[in-house]
């Protein structure tokens, strides 16, 4: 196994509180045992799922038969199926049922290896399953950023109360052309975001403030975007009682990790006059995912 091929597809859902629709997703990678769901998790607040999944490939494997988009597809077609995102509500933004996959290269395995993988799978969800699809990263031709995606999206805007984000958008048209798929979105379906990029670590630390709007300057003073840390994107986001987040994308964990990140978002809200507790991570690290897969296939 050390030697084999491994990538990744982390996989967005918009939902968390449906036990059957997350079963139904669960039992759909389950078909194909070559992928393995090495990690999931579950945010009931934001209202969102990630799962995280990981499958050997070969060199020579064609994309039109590979089993990690099998898998993704598969865990897409389920959500569709047994989700309605007219009937979706949380505090976390997103764009479908279905809000984001990403695909990563793991062991001897390339960028452009996963990015051929999201295009393949970006296209059968397109023409099978009709929903728009729209590619980042490396795997799209000019390599634009999910953050510029989002934003012309309207994917940081929320639709209900300042910060809610409740059903599907109120227009069918859509403000960007897709990759795949048609140029109309369905109100139960949304759309679907898919990239490839190296790894990335998403890190979220608990500010105990109800203060949205300061712990937006928080956010846009720790990300990049505003002049914070380097590889690091961050949006402020209402979590539990007496709870907003700082939510953030680590381009480059290696470099700019959460211990970073941690010490930043203490430094920025106590001038805030803010109090900071622990973060966490939503995923395990890289090496820690390789592991996983590695024993939960190691009898196959």
């Not at 799922?49 to 089993?67: A, E, H, M, N």
């Not at 840390?229 to 680590?250: I, R």
Request: proline share 4%; aromatic share 6%.
């Amino acid at each position: 196994m050390l030697n084999k091929m491994l990538a990744c597809g982390k996989v967005y859902i918009s939902e968390s509180r449906n036990r059957a629709a997350l079963e139904s997703i669960e039992q759909a990678a389950k078909l194909f045992s070559e992928a393995a769901i090495v990690n999931k998790f579950v945010d009931v607040t934001y209202n969102r799922v990630g799962y995280t999944v990981v499958s050997r490939l070969t060199p020579k494997s064609s994309q039109d038969s590979c089993p990690l988009k099998d898998a993704a597809f598969a865990m897409v077609k389920a959500a569709l199926e047994t989700i309605d995102f007219e009937l979706h509500s949380g505090t976390h933004p997103r764009l479908g049922v279905v809000d984001h996959i990403c695909f990563h290269p793991l062991k001897r395995t390339s960028l452009d290896q996963a990015a051929a993988i999201a295009k393949s799978l970006a296209a059968d969800i397109g023409s099978k399953l009709k929903v728009p699809t729209f590619l980042y990263g490396a795997a799209n031709e000019s390599g634009r950023l999910l953050g510029s995606v989002r934003r012309e999206l309207g994917y940081f805007k929320p639709n209900s109360g300042g910060i809610q984000w409740s059903g599907g958008s109120k227009s069918e048209s859509l403000p960007l052309e897709p990759d795949s798929g048609p140029i109309q979105a369905s109100p139960a379906k949304g759309v679907i975001l898919i990239g490839a990029s190296h790894w990335v670590d998403n890190y979220n630390v608990p500010v105990f403030s109800t203060d949205i709007a300061a712990v937006r300057r928080i956010a846009k003073q720790v990300s990049e975007r505003g002049g914070g840390l380097p590889s690091v994107q961050a949006m402020g986001l209402a979590h539990n009682d007496g709870v907003t987040e700082v939510a953030c994308n680590l381009l480059e964990p290696r470099k700019v990790g959460g211990d970073i990140v941690q010490l930043e978002v203490e430094r920025l809200a106590k001038e805030e006059g803010l109090g900071v507790g622990k973060g966490y991570f939503t995923d395990l690290s890289e090496d820690k995912i390789i592991e996983s897969y590695m024993k939960l296939t190691s009898s196959k």
